[in-house]
């Protein structure tokens, strides 16, 4: 089993950045793909980002390319999301999970659970 704690979120003003971490425990970090997603108030979850187990291959969705940097840090076991240019529609509560998948299609891996997220609110 995986667990997994996101951090980093808040109040930000359009325009502004953040930068989300998730610490991770359990299973070996190393061997999974990492994703971040994100669910906006009265939506369905959604897929934003992934990084492969070394870090060699990266895959963001078409809304936040160029926006948002996805990275991870194998020997501190943590996945980060690097947020610039944020936009109110960027507000959601955002997680984390292991993914599995390639190219352009990425899923959470069955055995994986979500975790709390963290909130990410963007208005002036």
């Known amino acids: 089993q995986v667990q997994l704690v996101e951090s980093g979120g808040g109040l930000v003003q359009p325009g502004g950045s953040l930068r989300l971490s998730c610490a991770a425990s359990?299973?070996?970090?190393?061997?999974?793909?990492m994703g971040w997603f994100r669910q906006a108030p009265g939506k369905e979850r959604e897929f934003v980002a992934a990084?492969?187990?070394?870090?060699?291959?990266?895959y963001y969705v078409d809304s936040v390319k160029g926006r948002f940097t996805i990275s991870r840090d194998n020997a501190k076991r943590t996945v980060y999301l690097q947020m610039n240019d944020l936009k109110p529609e960027d507000t959601a509560v955002y997680y984390c999970?292991?993914?599995?998948?390639?190219?352009?299609?990425?899923?959470?891996?069955?055995?994986?659970?979500w975790g709390q997220g963290t909130q990410v609110t963007v208005s002036s």
């Open positions: 999970n292991v993914v599995v998948g390639a190219g352009s299609s990425w899923s959470k891996a069955a055995f994986a659970s």
């Open positions: 990084i492969s187990r070394s870090g060699g291959y990266i």
């Open positions: 359990g299973r070996t970090f190393s061997s999974y793909g």
